[in-house]
């Protein structure tokens, strides 16, 4: 066994204080790459935080809403034959709530795109345009033209689109 005396830490922190003063110019430089580093990681933390943020509020508002009803198994199977077979009921509770602020019917289904020897897999959804502007911003991405209007597609009753005061 040793019978070596503790030091206080008094002492300990004088020794740390002179070997600081010692070489200041290492000292600064140290304190300077320590300061650059941790505000570097800072920032780039809250640059992630925010870029997450920012790309969950983007798939939330362009694509997939933040809820979505659909039949049973529909999203098993992706097969149109399985819809909501009478979405009357669903639309009244949907109109009735007044937590909803927006909502939209959509007809999804995937595809096959092919031009000349190449294909791609494509993901295919039919809105109504005017009500798809209450939970998505999708229509801030047109620049020239105007969203699908037809006479083959009838403006749904009066009782189908949301409250004004919800309107976006």
């Known amino acids: 066994m040793s019978n070596a005396k503790r030091l206080s830490l008094t002492t300990y922190i004088s020794l740390a204080l002179r070997n600081l003063l010692r070489n200041p110019r290492r000292t600064g430089i140290t304190l300077a ?12 933390s809250a640059l992630n935080d925010g870029w997450l943020e920012q790309m969950r ?4 508002l362009s694509f997939t809403g933040h809820v979505q ?3 049973r198994g529909f999203e098993a199977s992706q097969n149109l ?3 909501i077979k009478a979405p009357g009921d669903i639309i009244l509770l949907v109109q009735d709530s007044p ?3 927006g909502w939209t019917q959509r007809i999804r289904t995937s595809g096959l795109v092919s031009l000349g020897g190449s294909s791609a897999g494509v993901q295919i959804m ?3 345009p005017e009500q798809e502007t209450w939970v ?8 020239q033209g105007a969203l699908a209007q037809s006479r083959h597609f009838p403006r749904p009753p ?10 976006r």
Not at 57 to 60: E, G, L, R, Y
Not at 136 to 143: A, E, I, Q
Request: proline content about 2%.
């Open 33 to 44: 790459t320590m300061i650059f580093g941790i505000a570097t990681l800072t920032l780039l």
């Open 57 to 60: 509020d983007n798939f939330i």
């Open 69 to 71: 009803i659909h039949a």
């Open 81 to 83: 034959n399985e819809h």
């Open 99 to 101: 937590e909803i602020q």
């Open 126 to 128: 039919a809105t109504d």
């Open 136 to 143: 998505t911003h999708m229509h801030r991405g047109l620049k």
């Open 158 to 167: 009066a009782w189908y689109h949301c409250r004004p005061e919800h309107r």
